[in-house]
């Protein structure tokens, strides 16, 4: 079984930072992707970054070049958001998939003041 917290939530101007974490417990396997995921009210949840084991990142257009999605270790996910804006606010979602199955963290409220 796998949990997952997020964390780093909070409200911030536009144009402001924040550095959401997931810290990931359990049976985790060192072949996963790991993702953040949003989904604002009366929306879909949509995908923001995911990172593959190897590394490798991709990103929703719409946060290209102000996100950056990245692993601390094998336990802990991170994502700084820089140049935030209005309708980036949203309940962030952690994400893991393994062997088939994914689970998801709780969430965490980021609200963007403009």
């Known amino acids: 079984q796998v949990q997952l917290m997020e964390s780093g939530g909070g409200l911030v101007q536009a144009g402001g930072s924040l550095r959401l974490s997931c810290a990931a417990s359990g049976s985790i396997s060192s072949r996963n992707v790991m993702g953040w995921y949003r989904q604002a009210p009366g929306k879909q949840r949509e995908l923001v970054a995911l990172i593959f084991s190897g590394g490798i990142t991709d990103y929703a257009d719409s946060v290209k070049g102000r996100f950056t999605i990245s692993r601390v270790n094998a336990n802990t996910l991170d994502l700084q958001m820089n140049s935030l804006k209005a309708e980036d606010t949203s309940a962030y979602y952690c994400?893991?998939?393994?062997?088939?199955?994914?689970?998801w963290g709780k969430g965490t409220l980021v609200t963007v003041s403009s």
């Open positions: 994400s893991l998939r393994q062997y088939g199955y994914e689970y």
